[in-house]
């Protein structure tokens, strides 16, 4: 006798607990599923419901609730369904009940529990810097952050401390095929609108709590980043919730029209044209995102769609 042990016999009952095992593995393999599964295919989220969200609505052919509902305590919404390609998907409007970063990031948040879309996008207007930009150009917003973070010394400068968040790389990849599209959309648009045709500008756009009217304050922007496209006051907010979404994977893109200039002389003559320019432009990302056939643009002239 060595002292050893011989190796146990299986125990009547033993390969009916491996079996239960093997069952309660597999279901919470089916729950991790779930969880990572996307419930919509698409949320769009506007700082205001007139008139950036009545563009998305007049733009894109959906098919929304007539009634809109409450989640949480103030984010309202409509769902519905899209078009894409010939196919019918579910899609999820919303807009904040005020605007800022803090509103965005707080209603990205609550739209990705609650409706766990695969992709998450914002339209609308905001300022432009002219050094780079026109009124009415469209700008996709690779990256953005909080302008305003940082330590504001006593001679006026502030020493930034970005935390830089990025728009989702497929979805700035395929914007960059929409272009051309842009002139025809700017010819067939019935209202007020800018007499040059917009161009489609990619970069930074940065976000802030408050509306810029100043040049001077222009010049904090540029020693940021000296690419500075535009700024706003809610897509770092949502970039920031989608960065930090723990379940479904989502994609997350802002698509804004310069409505002004970001300096003294601002006004609203083409809120409601930028609108819709960003919504088009949306609309047509993520057709591409989800390709099947070409986009036929929303409004376009019958002779126009059969040149597309």
């Avoid at 093997?22 to 700082?47: G, H, K, P, T």
């Avoid at 479904?248 to 601002?266: G, I, M, N």
Wanted: net charge negative; glycine share 8%; with cysteine.
């Amino acid at each position: 006798m060595n002292g050893s042990k011989k190796p146990s016999r299986s125990a009547p009952g033993e390969s009916v607990w491996q079996g239960k095992l093997q069952s309660f593995l597999l279901f919470l393999n089916r729950v991790e599923a779930a969880r990572e599964a996307n419930d919509y295919d698409i949320c769009v989220l506007n700082a205001l419901r007139s008139p950036e969200l009545d563009a998305v609505v007049a733009t894109w052919p959906m098919e929304l609730e007539v009634q809109e509902r409450l989640i949480g305590r103030n984010v309202l919404y409509r769902v519905g369904t899209v078009e894409l390609n010939g196919e019918t998907k579910r899609v999820v409007c919303a807009h904040l009940a005020q605007m800022g970063p803090i509103a965005s990031a707080h209603a990205s948040a609550v739209l990705l529990q609650a409706f766990r879309p695969r992709v998450l996008l914002m339209t609308g207007i905001c300022g432009g810097f002219a050094d780079h930009v026109s009124i009415g150009d469209v700008l996709i917003a690779e990256k953005s952050w909080d302008w305003q973070a940082g330590k504001w010394s006593d001679d006026g400068a502030l020493a930034s401390a970005s935390d830089q968040r990025d728009g989702s790389a497929e979805l700035v990849a395929e914007a960059r095929g929409v272009g051309p599209r842009l002139t025809e959309c700017h010819r067939d648009y019935a209202g007020s609108s800018p007499k040059e045709p917009p161009k489609l500008v990619f970069g930074p756009m940065v976000t802030g709590s408050s509306v810029v009217a100043s040049r001077d304050i222009q010049q904090v922007f540029r020693l940021q980043h000296r690419k500075m496209l535009g700024v706003d006051m809610e897509c770092y907010g949502m970039y920031y919730a989608a960065a930090n979404h723990a379940e479904s994977q989502v994609r997350v893109l802002c698509v804004k029209s310069v409505s002004d200039l970001a300096d003294r002389a601002k006004g609203d003559d083409f809120h409601v044209y930028c609108s819709h320019m960003s919504a088009l432009v949306a609309y047509e990302v993520v057709q591409r995102e989800s390709p099947r056939d070409p986009w036929r643009p929303v409004g376009l002239s019958q002779a126009a769609t059969a040149e597309v």
